[in-house]
């Protein structure tokens, strides 16, 4: 099975490794993996909270379907690498995923015990 690797995050300094079947959400796999993914719209392509950068593997993700295409493009910080945690299925491959500040300070403001820590997450 494809091994995700998570880049640390404010709840992680270590990076967090999960083995997931191909099909797999990337928020799947952040949640397999217990490490802060947005999920606001409960995973709908609605409301950009999940995005992730790809950092190694990102060719071998399925294409982007329009609406993920016009759900990135409200998200903060959106490089080459963006997709929606939420869309995007792993396959075959492993990969490398930083889960964005947008994305860490979603999941705090989800879960309120978790809000004063907003300033340690890094850009
Ligand atoms: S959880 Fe809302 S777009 Fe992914």
Do not use: W
């Not at 990076?15 to 993996?33: D, M």
């Not at 790809?54 to 295409?69: H, N, P, S, T, W």
């Not at 492993?94 to 300070?105: F, G, H, P």
């Amino acid at each position: 099975m494809p091994r995700i690797r998570f880049l640390p995050t404010f709840l992680n300094t270590d990076p967090v490794e999960v083995e997931v079947p191909p099909g797999t959400t990337i928020q799947e796999a952040a949640y397999a993996a217990k490490v802060p993914i947005g999920d606001a719209c409960g995973g709908n392509c609605a409301c950009s909270t999940c995005h992730v950068h790809v950092i190694e593997g990102f060719d071998a993700l399925d294409e982007m379907e329009d609406e993920e295409d016009d759900i990135l493009g409200k998200a903060d910080d959106v490089q080459a690498v963006s997709r929606l945690g939420c869309q995007a299925e792993v396959t075959e491959v492993d990969l490398v995923v930083k889960i964005t500040r947008e994305s860490q300070v979603a999941y705090c403001n989800e879960h309120p015990e978790h809000r004063d820590r907003i300033p340690e997450i890094d850009p």
